[in-house]
T-cell receptor, first 113, second 112 residues
Framework: ETGVTQSPTHLIKTRGQQVTLRCSSQ?????VSWYQQALGQGPQFIFQ???????GRGNFPPRFSGLQFPNYSSELNVNALELDDSALYLC????????????FGPGTRLLVL | GDSVTQMEGPVTLSEEAFLTINCTYT??????LFWYVQYPGEGLQLLLKATKADDKGSNKGFEATYRKETTSFHLEKGSVQVSDSAVYFCAPGNTGGFKTIFGAGTRLFVKA
């Protein structure tokens, strides 16, 4: 097991609602990335945060936004939920200075009805 | 843009059979290459990695060699076990995972 934790583990929302997912990075890690994994597919990069700033973004609309806090934990917010947002959301953390590999959390499974 | 092509699954093998999962990629620059494994209901775990040409990553009996000339990183294991049943993802990217591109995944079933 890695030291990356995510909450909640499962979530059900309805179309048009907003959702916040949380990620606690492994101790000593200062960078968090978020990924969306649709059923039967590989994860897709949403964005990355480093020292509380967005450090890069994949091909996702602005209604996907995030935050990183001083303790390096992170939130993913999704507004105006659509049915296609149903997926497993993964976060991963690492420490830039250590140039090591990212470690993934167990994910939050979101179902939009 | 960058992309990854993985062998389509599912792959079904008997215990102790030899495993190969093919992976080829296109990428700008000189990426590191990773194989991740996802067990049912879980997140991703790093299985092995290679950071430069001709490097061989290995872990738990799995191996993959970074072939720059063929832009490939095929995963192999000499003798699979039932516990290896999972989905395997090939992924070129930088060490920290910035904009890591994942393949679609290859599901492996190992029968006793």
């Amino acid at each position: 097991e890695t030291g990356v934790t995510q909450s909640p583990t499962h979530l059900i929302k309805t179309r048009g609602q907003q959702v916040t997912l949380r990620c606690s990075s492994q101790s000593g890690h200062n960078t968090v990335s978020w990924y969306q994994q649709a059923l039967g597919q590989g994860p897709q990069f949403i964005f990355q945060y480093y020292r509380e700033e967005e450090n890069g973004r994949g091909n996702f609309p602005p209604r996907f936004s995030g935050l990183q806090f001083p303790n390096y934990s992170s939130e993913l917010n999704v507004n105006a939920l659509e049915l296609d947002d149903s997926a497993l959301y993964l976060c991963a953390s690492y420490r830039v200075e250590a140039k090591e590999t990212q470690y993934f959390g167990p994910g939050t499974r979101l179902l939009v009805l | 843009g960058d992309s990854v092509t993985q062998m389509e699954g599912p792959v079904t093998l008997s215990e102790e059979a030899f495993l190969t999962i093919n992976c080829t990629y296109t990428a700008t620059g000189y990426p590191s290459l990773f194989w991740y494994v996802q067990y049912p209901g879980e997140g991703l775990q790093l299985l092995l990695k290679a950071t430069k040409a001709d490097d061989k990553g290995s872990n738990k009996g799995f191996e993959a060699t970074y072939r720059k000339e063929t832009t490939s990183f095929h995963l192999e294991k000499g003798s699979v076990q039932v516990s290896d049943s999972a989905v395997y993802f090939c992924a070129p990217g930088n060490t920290g995972g910035f904009k890591t591109i994942f393949g679609a995944g290859t599901r492996l079933f190992v029968k006793a």
